[in-house]
């Protein structure tokens, strides 16, 4: 019996939340964490009689993001009510696009590392509303339900079943976060539930073209944990087959805390939602001009901008890779490049100091307090050789702990680089003196000790000798026979 090798087969729905101010069909606030059930009104309660109104700027949203992955964007689609009971719908209903969704046919690719690309078809998005949500820890014994969430719009963004292994999906999901990021739709933030996934997977005989039974992974609160949970629910399907058994169509449930999966449910199949057009709701037109014309403000999106800034600024493939890794980066990038002039020096500047500020202090870059022309003018001070690199680095620490400017930190704290002979002279004395072993040593030929004498003079100056001036006296006092050809301390 020859067994053929199985693959994989994956397909994700994909849950963004629209950054509007308002819900969907009423004028609630969709603020996140306020206290439960204030953010509701008779449209997200349900109430009899209460009629949706649809907010357009969400139209508008989910239509630059229907257009940002490729789909077209179709002049009419419909809502309809999606039938079922469950404690956090109020209406009995969810208010979704079913037969004719705002898009459909789009493709996002992302990048390998180290070449290559992860590319799937779109299948289609389409806008709904969001349901409210069950409290299990508010009520001793009790499930508690919120309704605040209940009518937030949302996009979900349906891929073909395109990818194949787990680690293809979370790198789909990198990307594709990113780029609503960019695209400025969403906060995509995970905590809050504002992007949200669902993964189907199935296995087939490699080289076989239909799809076996699926099953639907849900409550994926984090891209490792897509990628964790199917590469278990992968195993445990190869498992039935090789016991001879049937995958069964289900829903189920990701213990990310257990690395467990659990069933949840038979799936229902789509007629079980009994969908039908809302009849309170006209169908969304959205006129083919006004497609064009947000078609035409699409931003620059991560690839291209990465591969504007290798050839535009000639920067090394991996500068620009991390300087694109958010929009805000990319954009105080090169705001610095336009103030310092050198692509390069600017880069450097970003990836090390800056973020590594931006880390440490837990900011976002557009919350970075020293704007380019400011940083600019430490860097500047840098390169006319002011004060040295790693003075540099000390001076950013504290313009941000006090938001002074680089030239007052420096001349109120007396940072400047020390050229001055005499000074310079007395410090290596000094040095030597502490050290009159190693000076011996040195002086009996062990040359190699030239490089430790110069670190001990430039901590001595608290970093703030010139280098070059120290290099050049430390050689001297050991009578310049040194052989050396300088070297950069
Ligand atoms: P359902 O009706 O169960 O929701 P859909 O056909 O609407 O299924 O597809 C939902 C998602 O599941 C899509 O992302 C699709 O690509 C994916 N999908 C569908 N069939 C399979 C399959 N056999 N294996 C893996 N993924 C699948
Ligand atoms: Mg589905």
Same mark, same amino acid.
């Given at each position: ?76 689609? !419909? @809502?309809?009510?999606?039938?079922? @009971? ?5 209406? =009995? ?47 001793? =014994? ?12 949302? !996009? ?71 990628? %964790? ?46 969908? @039908? ?7 969304? !037109? ?22 504007? @800034? ?157 280098? %070059? ?21």
């Amino acid at each position: 019996m020859s067994e053929r090798a199985l693959e994989s087969v994956i397909g994700l729905e994909v849950h963004v939340q629209l950054r509007t101010r308002q819900k969907l069909f009423c004028a609630d606030s969709t603020q996140f964490g306020a206290d439960p059930n204030t953010h509701v009104c008779p449209v997200c309660l349900g109430l009899p009689g209460a009629l949706p109104v649809l907010n357009e700027e969400a139209v508008e949203l989910a239509v630059r993001t229907s257009l940002s992955l490729g789909c077209r964007v179709h002049p009419v689609s !419909v @809502f309809a009510r999606k039938n079922y @009971f469950y404690p956090d719908l109020p209406k =009995g209903y969810q208010i979704s696009q079913f037969e004719r969704p705002l898009a459909t046919d789009g493709r996002f690719a992302v990048e390998r590392e180290g070449g290559g690309e992860v590319s799937v078809r779109i299948r289609r998005l389409h806008m709904e509303e969001d349901a409210g949500k069950s409290l299990h820890d508010r009520v001793e =014994g009790a499930t508690a339900v919120d309704l605040n969430r209940t009518g937030v719009p949302l !996009v979900e963004i349906v891929t073909e079943p395109d990818l194949r292994e787990p680690a293809d999906a979370r790198l789909f999901l990198q990307g594709l976060k990113r780029h609503l990021e960019y695209l400025d739709v969403s906060d995509c933030n995970m905590e809050e539930g504002s992007l949200r996934v669902d993964a189907n997977v199935s296995l087939r005989p490699r080289g076989e073209a239909s799809l076996s039974t699926k099953t639907e992974l849900k409550n994926l609160n984090t891209f490792s944990g897509v990628e %964790k949970a199917l590469t278990r629910e992968i195993e445990r399907q190869r498992g039935l087959r090789d016991a001879g058994e049937l995958v069964q169509h289900q829903t189920l449930l990701w213990d990310a805390g257990r690395s467990e999966i659990r069933p949840m449910r038979t799936k229902e199949e789509s007629h079980d939602y009994r969908y @039908f057009p809302d009849p309170d709701l006209p169908p969304v !037109v959205v006129a083919e001009s006004r497609i064009e014309e947000l078609r035409s403000e699409l931003p620059e999106f991560p690839r291209a901008r990465r591969q504007r @800034f290798i050839e535009q600024y000639a920067l090394p493939d991996y500068d620009a890779g991390v300087v694109t890794a958010s929009r805000g980066l990319a954009d105080y990038f090169e705001e610095v490049v336009d103030s310092v002039g050198d692509p390069k020096v600017a880069s450097n500047w970003v990836m090390g100091p800056v973020l590594q500020e931006v880390n440490e202090r837990g900011l976002g870059i557009v919350d970075f307090p020293v704007g380019a022309t400011a940083l600019a003018e430490l860097v500047q001070l840098v390169e006319e050789g002011t004060i040295s690199h790693r003075v540099g680095r000390e001076v950013l620490h504290r313009m941000l702990d006090s938001g002074r400017t680089a030239s007052r930190v420096v001349e109120e704290e007396g940072l400047a680089q020390v050229r001055d002979s005499s000074a310079l002279e007395g410090w290596v004395l000094e040095v030597l003196e502490a050290h009159p072993e190693e000076a011996d040593r040195c002086r009996g030929g062990e040359h190699r000790l030239i490089g430790f004498f110069v670190g001990q003079v430039m901590r001595h100056s608290r970093g703030k000798a010139d280098p %070059k001036e120290v290099n050049r006296m430390v050689r001297a006092a050991f009578g310049g026979e040194t052989d050396g050809s300088p070297s950069e301390a």
